[in-house]
Structure formats: structure tokens, C-alpha cells
């Protein structure tokens, strides 16, 4: 099992920055790539952005594409998302997930609690 903790989430104001993390423990060897969701009131999950565990080969969606960063680190367990230049329709739960490679790609057997980040106007 792997367990997968975030943090970093809070309010902030149209324009700035936040930096969430994700803390990743147990069997951390099963780890093969890894996401950022994130989930609006009334709206459905939406995957963000992905990273590959081994090579950090990455993808992000359009709507916030050059704006949001994810990488992580092998050596601490870490994954990342830097989000730079929030608007308020980014507000919404984000979770971090991982997947294991005999999970087939797009699915994720493990997530977190979830992280809430609100974007004031």
C-alpha cells in the first residue's frame, strides 16, 4: 500500500502563487507515475497535470498550461505542484494520486485526503 498526504493548499488572491505538496509513504517502490486532480463544487474530477516517477516525463491541461508546474522528488517521496498566476475558476479540492504499474494508464489505485485552494477575486 501506498499512503499519499497533501499540503499547501489555502486562500489566495487572483494573480498569486501557491505550492501544494504531497508526501508519499509506504510501499513507495510501487509507485509508477503520479497526478495532480482537482475537484470543483458541482463539477466533476478533473486531472491537472501528471508526472512519471522514473523519468518526470510530464503533461498538464490546457487550461493551465503555463501556469502550473508539477515535479517531484525521488529521493524524499515528493510531488509537487507549483500554481502560479491563480485565477478563481482554479478553486477546488486538489488530491494528489499515484499508480501503479499494474494499474492500467489513467487509472489511479491510491490518493490522498485532498487539499482545498480558494482563489479570491
Known amino acids: 500500500q501506498v499512503q499519499l498526504v497533501e499540503s499547501g493548499g489555502g486562500l489566495v488572491q487572483a494573480g498569486g502563487s501557491l505550492r501544494l505538496s504531497c508526501a508519499a509513504s509506504?510501499?513507495?517502490?510501487?509507485?509508477?507515475?503520479l497526478a495532480w486532480f482537482r475537484q470543483a463544487p458541482g463539477k466533476e474530477r478533473e486531472r491537472v497535470a501528471t508526472?512519471?516517477?522514473?523519468?518526470?516525463?510530464?503533461t498538464y491541461v490546457d487550461s493551465v498550461k503555463g501556469r502550473f508546474t508539477i515535479s517531484r522528488d525521488t529521493t524524499r517521496n515528493m510531488m509537487y505542484l507549483q500554481m502560479n498566476t491563480l485565477k478563481p475558476e482554479d478553486t477546488a479540492v486538489y488530491y494528489c494520486?499515484?499508480?501503479?504499474?499494474?494499474?492500467?494508464?489513467?487509472?489511479?489505485?491510491?490518493w490522498g485526503q485532498g487539499t482545498q485552494v480558494t482563489v479570491s477575486s
Open positions: 494520486a499515484a499508480r501503479s504499474d499494474s494499474m492500467p494508464p489513467g487509472k489511479y489505485d491510491y
Open positions: 509506504g510501499r513507495t517502490v510501487n509507485i509508477y507515475h
Open positions: 508526472i512519471s516517477w522514473k523519468y518526470a516525463i510530464t
